[in-house]
């Protein structure tokens, strides 16, 4: 009969020789389970890129142009000639006619039409100087005696009494429905606001409803995609 250290010594090889081929059955089974990730993970690539040479769901123009986050070249240029019933877009009043109603909807006291805005020539412009300073986006409608001031603020931080300036010149001006609308991505107050009405809207909220609600009808391919372009960036820039 072995002695105990000799007894001690065998059960520590038995042991060892266990614990090895242990492992070795555990390496097997989880480099096994590798192979089936890696296999999933590649089936998954193969239908990605499927699915991006058919839709090409990540391509954004604005993006790829870097221009995204330009507030005036890009936002206040873009927003303002869809705007413009006479636009590159051959849409005619669509974009405007959808955004009035979509204010109408969202503020009980957004100054109203007395008729149809396809009656009247409208004016659009982009960065209109003034003493007050620099309007973002400017519609008028002299026959509907309607002006609307669209202040744009994305990155840029309000200047001294910025909106209160502008409250002063639009309260001079000599027409019986005026509007200023302060556009952030989130929606909020101004801080620079005299008092006097004006309306908050919001890129991530506002702007992406107007233009879902517009998009249905719009009959131009390119004009489409254009739109929905700049809408998916809306949603990724502003969250």
Known sequence: MASAPEQIERFIERYKTFAQENSEVRLR??????????????????LDRHSQHELASRFNLFRVLGVETLERQTHSAFLAELFRPNGTHGQGHLFLEVFLQYCWNRFESFPRLDSSIETAHWDVDCEKPVYEGQLDIVVEAPELKFLMVLENKIGAREQKDQIGRY??????????????IYLTPDGRRATTAAGE??????????????????LPNVKAPRVREAVTQYRDLIRVLFP
């Open 29 to 46: 089974q989880l480099t096994s389970g590798f192979g089936q990730v890696r296999a999933a993970l590649e089936a998954l690539a193969d």
């Open 167 to 180: 409250q002063s010149w639009l309260g001079r001006q000599r027409y019986d429905r005026r509007v200023l």
């Open 197 to 214: 009405d004006y309306f908050c809207l919001s890129y991530a909220e506002d702007v992406v409803a107007w233009l879902q609600s517009a």
